[in-house]
């Protein structure tokens, strides 16, 4: 097996706020945007990491300029985490920048995450999102934005759906208004990609979405966004193809962050290249191995492991399929806490009894592994093993074993239901219990 399994142990490599430039100086706020050189900005980390080049003019100081970029392009590559220190040095280095407080406020919105917005980072949200609004280095495209962001924190008892909604009115708008304005282009169609629903066969919103991130990536070819929402734009059988060359080229952009060398293979696993998703995400798993920050084992590199084993298993090669699973076994607490590790230690060994009709294996997957994850937050990944064991129990001629799997997904099917979060969890219990009974 080629991928390399590194002790969870062994420190981390931190990561900085800092940033390399290298392209054009930071740009002058009273030129428009239209007028502003295309090429944008190649943006690379203190460690040296590139992450794509963006163009994202501000009325900040130069000192924050700098930070603003880098923590935009982090968060594009959806390293949300890397991405709120990066704002907060920004509004260090300009306490009267804007989109300072914009930037890091928006680490804190995932929208294509199965998550929603704590409690806590909701009120701290609306505050950063006030002291933005008075801030005195800003502009009314800069304004637009902190009140595109302000609809989805404003109100305490709304739910992330209608929360998605206000982001997607929001950045219509600004985009609407600035249409010479790449970013707000790209917000815009990542808006529309959170509220697109699942039920919608003819896929309108992933569509009108990626429409217009082939605007943005023929203004901006190197953007770090355009490249990723537009995989996620994509990511279903009919529809794959279309990404299929971005897919082909993210990597280029940022061939060291672990989230882009992953992004790809969704496309690869849609059409069913395994070799291609057996590299990219073995890259992608020793990059989040080396980078991550904070002594945790990354989600980032559990999410690979997820889709590594899959594509194992569809080249029936059981040796390397099986291998990813010692690896995981081998890893050592803290785990990120994050619905992507979940899914992961639920799913592997869930698929290799499944994929492969190992029905006692199956009836015996470990329910809650490991003991040291938050379950209780995602019933609808505690599901998995789950119903691996009643259809394994079912098939081996248990009946016990299975009835009581079948009740327990009856009771996660009722608290998935009940999350406030964007994805309709609740709902896969009902299509999977029909097939065990």
């Not at 302000?150 to 219509?172: K, M, N, P, Q, V």
């Not at 990511?235 to 962050?257: H, Q, S, T, V």
């Not at 329910?367 to 394994?392: N, S, T």
Request: net charge negative; glycine share 6%.
């Amino acid at each position: 097996m080629s991928m390399i399994v590194r002790n969870s142990a062994l420190a981390a490599v931190a990561l900085t706020s800092g940033v390399a430039w290298v392209g054009c100086a930071p740009p002058d706020p009273a030129e428009s945007e239209a007028s502003r050189p295309m090429a944008g900005t190649e943006v690379v980390s203190a460690g040296g990491d590139s992450l794509g080049v963006v163009h994202f003019p501000s009325s900040c100081t130069e000192a924050a300029q700098k930070e603003l970029e880098l923590g935009l392009a982090r968060g594009h590559h959806m390293n949300y985490t890397e991405a709120e220190p990066v704002f907060r040095a920004a509004m260090e280095a300009d306490p009267e920048c804007a989109l300072a407080y914009w930037g890091t406020a928006m680490t804190w919105v995932h929208p294509l995450w199965p998550d929603t917005i704590s409690p806590e980072n909701r009120a701290a949200g609306e505050e950063l999102l006030e002291r933005a609004a008075a801030a005195e280095h800003t502009s009314p495209r800069e304004a637009g934005y902190v009140a595109a962001l302000a609809g989805y924190y404003e109100g305490e008892d709304r739910s992330e759906r209608e929360r998605l909604a206000s982001f997607l009115t929001g950045w219509s708008a600004v985009h609407a208004e600035n249409p010479d304005d790449m970013e707000a282009a790209t917000f815009h169609a990542l808006a529309l990609l959170a509220n697109a629903p699942a039920e919608d066969k003819t896929y309108e919103k992933q569509i009108e979405a990626g429409e217009i991130l082939q605007e943005v990536l023929a203004a901006r070819p190197g953007h770090p966004g355009a490249h990723h929402y537009t995989i996620h734009a994509y990511d279903f059988p009919p529809l794959a193809e279309r990404a299929l060359d971005i897919a082909r080229r993210y990597d280029d952009l940022a061939p060291e962050n672990t989230h882009a060398l992953h992004m790809t293979s969704h496309i690869f696993t849609r059409l069913g290249l395994w070799p291609e998703s057996i590299e990219f995400n073995t890259r992608a798993a020793e990059a989040a191995h080396d980078r991550v920050a904070g002594g945790h084992v990354s989600l980032h590199h559990l999410h690979a492991l997820d889709y590594l084993a899959y594509a194992y298993l569809q080249q029936a090669d059981d040796q390397a399929a099986d291998a990813v699973l010692e690896a995981m076994e081998a890893l050592e607490p803290p785990f990120q806490n994050h619905s992507a590790t979940a899914y992961a230690f639920a799913a592997v060994p869930s698929r290799l009894a499944l994929e492969r009709h190992d029905w006692e294996a199956a009836a015996d997957v470990a329910v809650r592994w490991p003991a040291e994850l938050e379950w209780d937050q995602y019933p609808y990944l505690d599901a998995i093993p789950h119903f691996a064991r009643a259809l394994g129990a079912a098939r081996t001629g248990d009946p016990a074993t299975a009835k009581s799997a079948i009740a327990e997904l009856e009771r996660l099917e009722k608290a998935a239901g009940e999350l406030d979060i964007a994805y309709d969890w609740g709902s896969l219990s009902s299509r999977m219990l029909p097939m065990i009974r």
